[in-house]
């Protein structure tokens, strides 16, 4: 089945789906995204993709060319045409198409933001918990990884290199510490208390973090946001990441060290469950 793909105010099959070759995102990855679930045909945690994309786009001065009550209709449409009961809506804005490749920023008044969005369909999104092997690697990424863009070639080498060792994904490390997933925030658990990176330029700031963090205070949860190092990780009791794809998912094994004897822990459980039925609610 062809999908229906947003494209610059306009809906059309994917296959007839074009952007000029100047493109700046597609020439130097100046651009920004987000991926947004959808579950029940409605999307979650809407509201705070819009506003880190709003800070994204700020932080690269880049123009932000839709309202968020226009952008979630364009959500809305695309789950309406393409049928999405389960699954994930990519948007992507870069600064536009230049009249030539080149490395200083185009003047505002002479280019237009390009927007994307398209679906993606995940049947049993919600209901699927696996447990998850993960490496550690080095963590050489640029140093604002705080903003969503779409510079992803280094984490992209990280799952294929988790790939390659028989894992599903890796952790990286910088001056000794645990930053984040290739595409997740992470935490780990002792002595029942959650443990994971403060916010800085060095991680995103993800949404599905920021909710689940709440909900374990919530929950009378302890919380405590601190560095930690991958042999601490694998001395923790449980492990686990969240992200707006996986929601919250459990970690049993980092490198060659076994967790929880290798099953999901109680806390990572527990908090994927609260963080469902929570999100839900709030759907829209």
């Not at 947004?36 to 709003?54: N, Q, Y």
């Not at 695309?78 to 600064?95: A, C, P, W």
């Not at 002479?110 to 369909?121: A, H």
């Not at 984490?155 to 645990?178: I, Q, R, T």
């Amino acid at each position: 089945m062809t999908r229906t793909v947003y494209v610059n105010g306009e809906y059309l099959p994917e296959t007839e789906a074009r952007i000029s070759i100047f493109d700046r995102g597609f020439l130097f990855a100046d651009a920004v995204y987000e991926v947004t679930s959808v579950l029940g045909g409605k999307m979650i945690a809407f509201d705070g993709h819009a506003e880190r994309l709003k800070r994204s786009l700020s932080e690269l001065d880049m123009d932000n060319p839709i309202s968020t009550e226009d952008l979630l209709e364009v959500h809305r449409e695309l789950v309406r045409l393409n049928g999405i009961d389960e699954g994930l809506i990519y948007l992507q804005i870069s600064r536009g198409a230049a009249s030539d490749r080149d490395f200083a920023f185009p003047d505002p008044d002479e280019v237009k933001p390009t927007v994307v969005l398209f679906t993606q369909s995940k049947p049993g999104l919600a209901e699927t918990v696996r447990p998850m092997k993960v490496i550690s690697i080095d963590d050489i990424r640029w140093g604002r990884r705080d903003i969503k863009t779409v510079q992803l070639l280094y984490p992209s080498m990280g799952k294929m290199m988790a790939k390659a060792a028989g894992a599903d994904d890796a952790w990286m490390v910088e001056d000794g510490y645990v930053t984040e997933g290739t595409s997740n925030n992470v935490y780990i658990v002792k002595d029942g208390k959650i443990i994971t990176r403060a916010l800085s330029n060095d991680i995103l700031h993800g949404i599905t973090r920021a909710a689940v963090l709440r909900y374990a205070e919530e929950a009378q949860m302890e919380v405590e946001e601190r560095n930690f190092t991958i042999e601490e990780a694998q001395n923790a009791d449980e492990a686990f990441f969240t992200s707006a794809s996986a929601f919250v998912m459990p970690v049993v094994q980092i490198d060659d060290k076994k967790l929880g004897g290798g099953e999901p822990g109680r806390v990572a459980l527990r908090l994927r469950e609260i963080y469902l039925d929570e999100s839900l609610k709030t759907a829209v």
